[in-house]
């Protein structure tokens, strides 16, 4: 069974950092693209990252380009998102997401989330 | 602003069908797969529809998608229930180099 867990989410002033993780396990990791996709309170999805099943190629949505870094560790099953110059925009769960194989093959499962709230 | 265009709600009595549409450009859904996903109120999204018209396992065959140039629709038949909640498309865009999604379709069962 696919398991995505994801942690580090809380809450953080602006400006501040905060690394989130997914761990995950159930399937073979290092074969799958992952990304981060979050949706803000009330709001729908929108995509934030995503990295290829090797590591070697990240892709960016331009509203967290230059302030987001996603990362995995293949040895450790695990992806990563290292969020930095955190704005009131940003609050919002951020989902952890498996794709099928790679980048455009779509994601095909979700984790259950983990909030991020951005506030003074 | 959500990249692709769906309707924000839709709605029909148990046992008609719905078709939810889902609109887009040359970008992405005119060249790559339409995915979509259903959503229930405090959980995560779950994939009910992959590569245009492809079920996972597990997703009735009252699920059934379709794309044409740069739309694509959704078609829910003998509605349950169980259908209730936000609907999204998705698909890869060349243009951004990640997946776009639409804002969402609420779907309520009358």
């Known amino acids: 069974e696919v398991q995505l867990l994801e942690s580090g989410g809380g809450l953080v002033r602006p400006g501040g950092s905060l690394r989130l993780s997914c761990a995950t396990s159930?399937?073979?990791?290092?074969?799958?693209?992952m990304s981060w996709v979050r949706q803000a309170p009330g709001k729908g999805l929108e995509w934030v990252s995503d990295?290829?099943?090797?590591?070697?190629?990240?892709n960016y949505a331009d509203s967290v380009k230059g302030r987001f870094t996603i990362s995995r560790d293949n040895s450790k099953n695990t992806v990563y998102l290292q969020m930095t110059g955190l704005r009131a925009e940003d609050t919002a769960l951020y989902y952890c997401?498996?794709?099928?194989?790679?980048?455009?093959?779509?994601?095909?499962?979700w984790g259950q989330g983990t909030p991020v709230t951005v506030s003074s | 602003q959500s990249v692709l265009t769906q309707p924000p709600s839709a709605s029909g009595t148990p046992g008609q069908r719905v078709i939810i549409s889902c609109s887009g450009s040359?970008?992405?859904?005119?060249?790559?797969?339409l995915y979509w996903y259903h959503q229930l109120p405090g959980t995560a999204p779950k994939l009910v529809i992959y590569?245009?018209?492809e079920r996972p396992s597990g997703v009735p065959d009252r699920f059934s998608g379709s794309r044409s140039g740069t739309s694509g629709s959704l078609a829910i038949s003998g509605l349950l229930s169980e259908d209730e909640g936000d609907y999204y498309c998705?698909?890869?865009?060349?243009?951004?180099?990640?997946?776009?999604f639409g804002g969402g379709t609420k779907v309520t069962v009358l």
């Open positions: 997401a498996k794709h099928m194989v790679d980048f455009w093959s779509g994601i095909e499962y």
């Open positions: 159930g399937f073979t990791f290092g074969s799958h693209a």
């Open positions: 990295i290829s099943d090797s590591g070697a190629v990240s």
């Open positions: 040359s970008s992405n859904v005119g060249i790559n797969f």
């Open positions: 590569r245009d018209n």
């Open positions: 998705a698909a890869w865009d060349d243009s951004l180099g990640g997946p776009v």
